[in-house]
């Protein structure tokens, strides 16, 4: 499904041998500028029902569809940083999420792994889960860049991010309205 740009993922693919030089272009200079054009910084937000009363908005999961051209510049982003976090093994081996090979089920596994050796060891395990209603989306951005700055994302990607965090907007899209 298209963003706020309009342009559809499957129109990228077919024209990527097409578009990648102007892109890269594109993404240098916002890189280089840490400006990015107010498309990137828009959503589409979908609210889809998950159970209960439709008329309670709490019922509704929002989805929001941005820019597929920004996703790709986000994937270039986020493999920088991950890479700038292995190399300078700024990572807790606990880290699962986001992590290539890894996820969920492995770090499921590894949990249950590390239990049953305490319990082997004739130990006991004490669990307390923990559910942050809405953790992400309450992540303050500022202190999110001075995480960022702490671990040395700072210059162009650290200006980057900045930019791209400002000033986002979004808007409901009910049947493509």
């Given at each position: ?19 990648c030089f102007p892109l890269s272009m ?152």
């Amino acid at each position: 499904s298209c963003g706020p740009d309009n342009i559809h993922p499957h129109m990228l693919k077919e024209t990527a041998s097409s578009v990648c030089f102007p892109l890269s272009m594109i993404f240098e200079e916002s890189l280089q500028t840490g400006e990015t054009p107010d498309d990137w910084r828009k959503a589409n937000v979908t609210p889809i029902f998950k159970k209960g009363d439709r008329n309670d908005p709490a019922n509704y999961r929002p989805v929001s569809l941005t820019s597929q051209v920004c996703k790709v510049l986000e994937t270039v982003v986020r493999d920088n940083i991950l890479n700038h976090l292995k190399e300078n093994d700024l990572m807790s081996d606990k880290q699962h999420g986001f992590r290539e090979g890894r996820s969920c089920l492995s770090n499921l596994l590894t949990t249950l792994e590390d239990w049953t050796s305490i319990l082997d060891d004739g130990d006991c395990v004490d669990v307390a889960y923990l559910d942050f209603k809405k953790a992400f989306d309450l992540v303050s951005h500022k202190h999110l860049l001075l995480k960022l700055q702490k671990y040395g994302i700072n210059g162009q990607v650290g200006n980057w991010i900045k930019a791209f965090l400002e000033n986002r907007k979004q808007r409901v899209v009910i049947r493509g309205q």
